[in-house]
């Protein structure tokens, strides 16, 4: 039998990146045009009315040349060749767009490279006037450079960046990223990050009317957010694997960490900070790091007036009596729909807006003071448009000149009083408040006489169900009711890490899981916030949670109950059995279905999600045998806050944990690879790895010898004999070859699970052949 790529005994002899191409055949970056080049010589030009005639990089990856940014308005940008829709990484002339008939951009004689617009007008143009420039050159790592004749660069793309910082492109005290002023917009927008005059790298909102700082929390001092001040250097850069070092002390890595991936790190239109990977398969950008987890810290995103609120996704509002200055636009706010100069000490009342506040433009505070006194000072100050109160031992007044920085979260330690005339309509506010929840106590208590039975003791409950859907534009939603009555729980199903598992029935009869959450560390604010993400999840092979209860100490998950119980329980609870409940099909479907579940929550969800704790019973089945994921969310919600790299407590289970975990190195999603690794060869075996005779180190060894030997029987060793050969060989080998590359004991060395879904999902439909067929193809 011929192949056409190298056998498997050839793999293992390769190194990581060689072994990935060979499974997954992956496209090769090459030039789209023959009018294409990857050099602009002195008296050269490339012409906007030739959309075919650009620089390419070497390899391809890179294309640089004229980017449509309206009907007939262009910029000189460069953008990723194989990314979707072009992502640009550069421009030249973002604020200033030139003609799309006429405008060119010249390498003239004189060394300059100058764009014009169809008039002739100089739309923007390099420094290198008189000097010997010989060329320009757009280089593999998206750098446009002039070189002079000896190849010293005089001019670079790299010193002056736009919104985009690219691997090895360093930002310093002289550059800065600026961000977009809308999504898919390449014009200037509001929000920047720079090294202030302290040597802190910063994110700063400057709109029209205000600037602030917004991160690292304004709140804190530089060593309370884990940076300093002293290092006057003010130089930070993005490396090729991912890792992002500055003079400030801040640094975090991609949750995909390791070399030969495309990744930028970028100021994105609605204020945060985010490092992207792409995913050369389908041009698709994955979020592998952000600054800001909760986007209402974002200063400036609603505009004066307006307030972020989560419901249970970060939105704009305005306040009662208050609307958008700018249907469509939030950067302008909300407007009052009343006369802010009849402000009167007697004319005048206050609305309340419960868990509210306005960050900053407070006229002085004032502490251990009363309510009354508190409304008395606001009512007296002829400019005071309302005053925020907390309770934080003693009263803490804060009368407020102007409001801006709004936002509302369910945990906030006071309230804002908004300033209205009398005259204007009584209104109670409820326009964007976000309810509590109200839990009572979860009691399991046995009953007599009920063998098993457990119920929530018979007070008024509130549970909150998520019932999420994704509209054609992508965008989820969330539909909430109450159901107050007695929930049933019929029985304890079991325990894992993060707490007890009972099976229950709601009051429409739906049978469901419910998971009391123990050791979750974070407040009420963060547990909401981190549910809301959770919810916002999405996919077949992750257990999908309708709902949640918070009171006090009580966490409760509510999520769909699976009939055929863990993976755990079918491959390996058969003791004595002679045949097996999972057949090769079966197998070989939850290997795939565990993967697109692994890669949803590494590769496509809104916030990158690191299990770490993939193993047989955190991986459920339904009644088809489709494989769930379980408890990808307890991570998060255990420890929240911390970078991948700085998680404190050694997570997973014994026989699943990658080395790092022992050897004290970053935690990436590489964990969650290893794990899958030792998974899939269990599903092969149909036998825990740790009751194998040999220890994981001397199994790859054993069979890397084999292969080298080109013993074929290395794969038939490693299936369950309760199969008794009924399988796909070729699927079988393929398992095996990845499993053996996911436990890796270098994490770099391990595939990424698009890499590892792709090579599955490939022999997904292949037929399944008997062995007796097998053996006459």
């Given at each position: 039998m011929?192949?056409?790529?190298?056998?498997?005994?050839?793999?293992?002899?390769?190194p990581?990146f060689i072994?990935?191409?060979?499974l997954?055949?992956?496209?090769t970056a090459s030039p789209?045009?023959?009018?294409?080049?990857?050099?602009?010589?002195?008296g050269?030009?490339?012409?906007v009315d030739d959309?075919?005639?650009?620089?390419?990089?070497?390899d391809?990856?890179f294309?640089?040349?004229?980017?449509k940014?309206?009907d007939n308005?262009?910029?000189f940008?460069?953008?990723?060749?194989?990314?979707?829709?072009k992502?640009v990484?550069?421009?030249?002339?973002?604020?200033?767009?030139?003609?799309?008939?006429g405008?060119?951009?010249?390498?003239?004689h004189?060394?300059?490279?100058v764009?014009t617009d169809?008039d002739?007008?100089?739309a923007?143009?390099?420094?290198?006037?008189?000097?010997?420039?010989?060329?320009?050159?757009?280089?593999?790592s998206?750098?446009l450079?002039?070189?002079?004749?000896?190849g010293s660069?005089?001019?670079q793309?790299?010193?002056?960046?736009?919104?985009?910082l690219?691997?090895?492109?360093?930002?310093?005290?002289?550059?800065?990223?600026?961000?977009?002023?809308?999504n898919?917009?390449?014009s200037?927008g509001?929000?920047s990050?720079?090294?202030?005059?302290?040597?802190?790298l910063?994110?700063?909102?400057?709109?029209?009317?205000?600037?602030?700082?917004?991160?690292p929390?304004?709140?804190n001092?530089?060593?309370?957010?884990?940076?300093?001040d002293y290092?006057?250097?003010r130089?930070a850069i993005?490396?090729?694997?991912?890792?992002?070092?500055s003079?400030?002390r801040?640094?975090f890595?991609?949750?995909?960490?390791g070399?030969?991936?495309?990744r930028?790190l970028?100021?994105?239109?609605d204020?945060?900070?985010?490092?992207?990977?792409?995913?050369?398969?389908?041009?698709?950008?994955?979020?592998?790091?952000?600054?800001?987890?909760?986007?209402?810290?974002?200063?400036g995103?609603?505009?004066?007036?307006?307030v972020?609120v989560?419901?249970?996704v970060?939105r704009?509002?305005c306040?009662?009596?208050?609307?958008?200055s700018?249907e469509?636009?939030?950067n302008?706010g909300c407007?009052?729909l009343?006369?802010l100069?009849?402000?009167?000490?007697?004319?005048?009342?206050?609305?309340?807006?419960?868990?509210?506040?306005?960050?900053?433009?407070?006229?002085?505070?004032?502490?251990?003071?009363?309510?009354?006194?508190?409304?008395n000072i606001c009512?007296?100050?002829?400019?005071?448009?309302?005053f925020g109160?907390?309770l934080l031992?003693?009263?803490v007044?804060?009368?407020?000149?102007?409001f801006?920085?709004?936002y509302?979260?369910p945990?906030f330690?006071?309230?804002l009083?908004?300033?209205?005339?009398?005259?204007?309509?009584?209104?109670?506010?409820?326009s964007?408040?976000?309810?509590?929840?109200?839990c009572?106590?979860f009691?399991a208590n046995?009953?007599?006489g009920s063998s098993?039975?457990?119920?929530?003791?018979r007070?008024?409950?509130?549970?909150?169900?998520f019932?999420?859907f994704?509209s054609?534009?992508?965008?989820?939603?969330?539909?909430?009711?109450?159901?107050?009555?007695?929930?049933?729980?019929?029985g304890?199903l079991g325990r894992g890490?993060?707490?007890?598992?009972?099976?229950g029935?709601?009051?429409?009869?739906?049978?469901v899981?419910?998971?009391r959450?123990?050791?979750?560390t974070q407040?009420e604010?963060?547990f909401?916030?981190?549910v809301?993400?959770i919810g916002?999840?999405?996919?077949?092979n992750?257990v999908?949670m309708?709902g949640?209860?918070?009171?006090d100490?009580y966490?409760?998950l509510v999520?769909?109950?699976?009939?055929?119980?863990?993976l755990?329980k079918?491959?390996f609870?058969?003791?004595?059995m002679?045949d097996t409940q999972?057949?090769?099909?079966q197998?070989?479907?939850?290997?795939?279905?565990?993967?697109?579940?692994?890669m949803?929550?590494?590769h496509?969800?809104l916030e990158?999600?690191i299990?770490?704790d993939?193993?047989?019973e955190?991986?459920?089945?339904?009644?088809?045998?489709?494989p769930k994921?379980?408890d990808?969310?307890?991570?998060?919600?255990?420890?929240?806050?911390?970078p991948?790299?700085g998680?404190s407590?050694?997570r997973?289970?014994?026989?699943?944990?990658?080395?790092?975990?022992?050897?004290?190195?970053?935690i990436t999603?590489k964990v969650d690879?290893?794990?899958?690794g030792?998974?899939?060869?269990e599903?092969l075996?149909?036998k825990?790895?740790?009751?194998?005779?040999?220890?994981?180190?001397?199994?790859v060894?054993?069979v890397?010898?084999?292969?080298?030997?080109?013993?074929g029987?290395?794969?038939?060793?490693?299936v369950?004999m309760?199969l008794?050969?009924?399988l796909?060989?070729k699927?079988?080998e393929?398992m095996?070859?990845i499993?053996?590359?996911?436990?890796e004991?270098?994490s770099s060395?391990?595939p990424?699970?698009d890499?590892v879904t792709e090579?599955l999902v490939a022999?997904?439909?292949?037929p399944?052949l008997?062995?007796?067929m097998?053996?006459?193809?």
């Amino acid at each position: 039998m011929r192949h056409s790529s190298p056998p498997p005994s050839l793999l293992f002899l390769y190194p990581l990146f060689i072994i990935s191409i060979s499974l997954s055949s992956f496209p090769t970056a090459s030039p789209s045009s023959t009018h294409s080049k990857t050099t602009l010589n002195r008296g050269s030009s490339l012409s906007v009315d030739d959309e075919d005639n650009f620089l390419t990089s070497l390899d391809g990856s890179f294309s640089c040349g004229f980017y449509k940014v309206g009907d007939n308005a262009f910029s000189f940008s460069i953008w990723f060749t194989n990314s979707a829709n072009k992502t640009v990484a550069w421009t030249a002339n973002r604020d200033q767009p030139v003609n799309g008939q006429g405008s060119k951009i010249t390498f003239r004689h004189d060394g300059s490279m100058v764009l014009t617009d169809v008039d002739g007008t100089v739309a923007w143009a390099t420094n290198t006037t008189s000097t010997d420039a010989s060329a320009a050159e757009l280089l593999n790592s998206g750098n446009l450079v002039i070189t002079n004749s000896s190849g010293s660069v005089l001019w670079q793309s790299f010193d002056s960046p736009t919104d985009t910082l690219l691997p090895s492109q360093p930002i310093t005290k002289q550059s800065k990223l600026v961000s977009s002023f809308a999504n898919g917009a390449l014009s200037s927008g509001y929000y920047s990050l720079y090294f202030d005059s302290d040597n802190v790298l910063k994110l700063l909102y400057d709109g029209p009317e205000i600037s602030s700082l917004y991160w690292p929390n304004p709140d804190n001092n530089p060593f309370q957010n884990g940076r300093t001040d002293y290092n006057s250097s003010r130089h930070a850069i993005l490396d090729d694997t991912g890792r992002f070092l500055s003079s400030d002390r801040l640094q975090f890595n991609a949750s995909d960490t390791g070399p030969g991936i495309k990744r930028r790190l970028t100021v994105d239109y609605d204020g945060n900070l985010r490092l992207y990977s792409l995913n050369e398969f389908n041009g698709s950008w994955n979020i592998t790091w952000e600054a800001l987890a909760q986007l209402c810290n974002v200063h400036g995103a609603c505009g004066r007036n307006g307030v972020c609120v989560y419901d249970p996704v970060p939105r704009c509002s305005c306040p009662p009596h208050y609307g958008m200055s700018d249907e469509g636009n939030w950067n302008r706010g909300c407007k009052p729909l009343f006369n802010l100069s009849s402000y009167s000490p007697t004319k005048d009342r206050f609305i309340e807006l419960p868990h509210t506040d306005f960050y900053g433009f407070d006229d002085g505070y004032t502490t251990n003071v009363s309510f009354e006194s508190c409304k008395n000072i606001c009512l007296n100050d002829s400019i005071c448009q309302g005053f925020g109160y907390r309770l934080l031992g003693t009263g803490v007044c804060y009368p407020k000149g102007a409001f801006f920085n709004g936002y509302s979260s369910p945990n906030f330690p006071g309230s804002l009083y908004l300033r209205i005339p009398r005259s204007v309509e009584a209104s109670k506010f409820s326009s964007f408040q976000v309810s509590k929840l109200t839990c009572n106590a979860f009691e399991a208590n046995s009953t007599a006489g009920s063998s098993g039975m457990y119920v929530i003791n018979r007070r008024k409950t509130i549970w909150v169900y998520f019932y999420g859907f994704i509209s054609a534009v992508g965008v989820i939603e969330f539909l909430f009711f109450a159901s107050e009555g007695d929930q049933e729980l019929q029985g304890k199903l079991g325990r894992g890490g993060s707490g007890a598992v009972y099976k229950g029935i709601l009051n429409d009869k739906r049978v469901v899981a419910v998971k009391r959450l123990e050791d979750v560390t974070q407040g009420e604010d963060e547990f909401w916030v981190e549910v809301s993400t959770i919810g916002k999840i999405n996919h077949m092979n992750l257990v999908r949670m309708y709902g949640f209860c918070s009171e006090d100490k009580y966490r409760l998950l509510v999520c769909e109950y699976l009939e055929n119980g863990s993976l755990a329980k079918l491959l390996f609870d058969q003791p004595g059995m002679e045949d097996t409940q999972l057949g090769w099909k079966q197998r070989y479907k939850i290997a795939v279905g565990v993967a697109k579940g692994l890669m949803y929550l590494h590769h496509e969800c809104l916030e990158w999600v690191i299990h770490c704790d993939v193993k047989p019973e955190n991986i459920l089945l339904d009644r088809d045998c489709e494989p769930k994921i379980a408890d990808f969310g307890l991570a998060k919600l255990s420890q929240r806050g911390t970078p991948a790299s700085g998680l404190s407590k050694i997570r997973g289970t014994k026989g699943y944990m990658a080395p790092e975990w022992a050897m004290n190195l970053p935690i990436t999603a590489k964990v969650d690879v290893y794990s899958f690794g030792v998974v899939i060869l269990e599903i092969l075996k149909g036998k825990r790895v740790v009751d194998w005779e040999m220890d994981m180190r001397s199994l790859v060894r054993m069979v890397k010898d084999k292969i080298a030997s080109e013993d074929g029987s290395w794969v038939g060793d490693l299936v369950d004999m309760r199969l008794k050969g009924d399988l796909n060989m070729k699927q079988a080998e393929t398992m095996a070859v990845i499993a053996f590359l996911c436990v890796e004991e270098d994490s770099s060395r391990r595939p990424t699970m698009d890499t590892v879904t792709e090579n599955l999902v490939a022999l997904d439909e292949e037929p399944h052949l008997h062995p007796a067929m097998q053996s006459t193809s």
